[in-house]
């Protein structure tokens, strides 16, 4: 018979309670399966499920390809020291807890309990298998073309451009400054003696979505993957929202837009704020994008229920109501709530109430035209 023993730890419950209601999805019932699904998920946290040097060789394939494999790691929610506990009572190896043990205190600053949770959020969410099928896929297609070149007939062989990307991917190291960033690219793609500002740009583009990096939150200069960036900045702040307003589609920035607006709003008794275009367009994106860019953004934000735009007194604003934001859109809603505890600079200052009356209109900010749009 097996040597178990049993783990009556203090367990953060929402994690517990999803853990549990995922094992029932899985088997149908989530008694006499609970300890063995744990087990699994504590091997693989500890790197014990005999699978973690596939890993390390599948990290090694997407750095050679250019790219980096940071953005396919695990994914911890960040509050799960801060739930409430409640104790659990399982049985799992003797041994596999021991040695579970041995790595908490080793290697990180949490209690047993919060160290198990954090092991069944990444399983639930896949896991390792997740991990090195993701990594896989955003290397695959380059692993192709880098071996259709070998074939003089094969369509599917990299360009030169690609080639180039990969280089500069390869030189600039794992974090970097634009000057260095600049530097490789004058070196590897220029034309001439030096590369012209187009190629830079070009370049630069190219590289920072190859690597999937952002501008570190804290330094401006200096290029990060974005699971360092998630690490620094402050808990619950959206991508959209620290990553650098060049580097955003029109959709990024119109969630950035929503978003901050959203937190301006939960700073309200009424949930519900109206803003001008000048402001937005100066603290929500430091003033890098035109009048009619911001113009598009609004419009793209006002097909959402609960989010407005109209011209009271000739400027353009836009109106958001959280409430009825959160009607249509529950998980955008959650995401501001979110994003309205954590710390760091909201960019727009929590000035109280705004209505369209604060910008010259007489209409009342809940008078809204068919698909969310403030009466002019």
């Not at 809940?366 to 009466?375: E, K, M, R």
Request: glycine share 6%.
């Amino acid at each position: 018979m097996r040597d178990t023993s049993k783990i009556d730890w203090m367990v953060p419950v929402d994690e517990w309670d999803q853990f549990c209601r995922h094992v029932e999805s899985q088997f149908g019932v989530a008694e006499g399966y609970l300890g063995r699904e744990a087990e699994l998920a504590m091997e693989q946290y500890i790197d014990a499920d005999g699978y973690a040097r596939v890993e390390t060789l599948v990290d090694r394939l997407v750095s050679a390809a250019g790219r980096s494999p940071d953005h396919a790691s695990e994914k911890i929610k960040s509050d799960l020291a801060s739930q409430e506990p409640t104790r659990i009572g399982i049985r799992v190896g003797t041994i596999l807890k021991e040695e579970f043990c041995a790595y908490v205190d080793e290697h990180t600053d949490y209690n047993y309990g919060v160290a198990l949770a954090r092991a069944l959020n990444v399983y639930r969410d896949g896991g390792r298998s997740r991990r090195v099928e993701d990594k896989l896929d955003r290397v695959v297609d380059d692993a192709e073309s880098m071996l259709g070149e070998l074939n003089d007939d094969s369509d599917k062989s990299l360009s030169s451009v690609q080639r180039k990307t990969i280089a500069i991917c390869h030189d600039v190291g794992e974090s970097f400054t634009d000057e260095v960033l600049n530097e490789s690219i004058h070196n590897i793609a220029a034309e001439g003696p030096k590369a012209s500002d187009p190629t830079l740009e070009k370049y630069r583009d190219l590289v920072i979505d190859r690597l999937d990096y952002e501008r570190h939150p804290n330094n401006g200069e200096l290029w990060i993957s974005r699971d360092q960036a998630e690490e620094i900045a402050p808990d619950e702040t959206p991508a959209e929202c620290r990553r650098s307003v060049d580097l955003l589609d029109t959709d990024e920035m119109k969630r950035r837009l929503i978003y901050t607006v959203g937190r301006r709003a939960m700073a309200t008794s009424s949930k519900d704020v109206t803003l001008p275009e000048r402001e937005l367009r100066e603290a929500v994106f430091d003033d890098e994008i035109s009048r009619p860019v911001m113009h598009e953004v609004m419009q793209e934000a006002a097909e959402h229920f609960g989010i407005g735009t109209g011209k009271p007194d000739r400027q353009q604003v836009l109106r958001l109501n959280l409430t009825e934001l959160e009607i249509d859109h529950p998980d955008m809603a959650r995401t501001i709530r979110e994003f309205a505890n954590a710390d760091g600079d909201s960019k727009l200052a929590d000035s109280g109430e705004t209505t369209l009356g604060s910008y010259g209109g007489g209409q009342q900010p809940s008078a809204l035209t068919d698909g969310g749009t403030v009466a002019d």
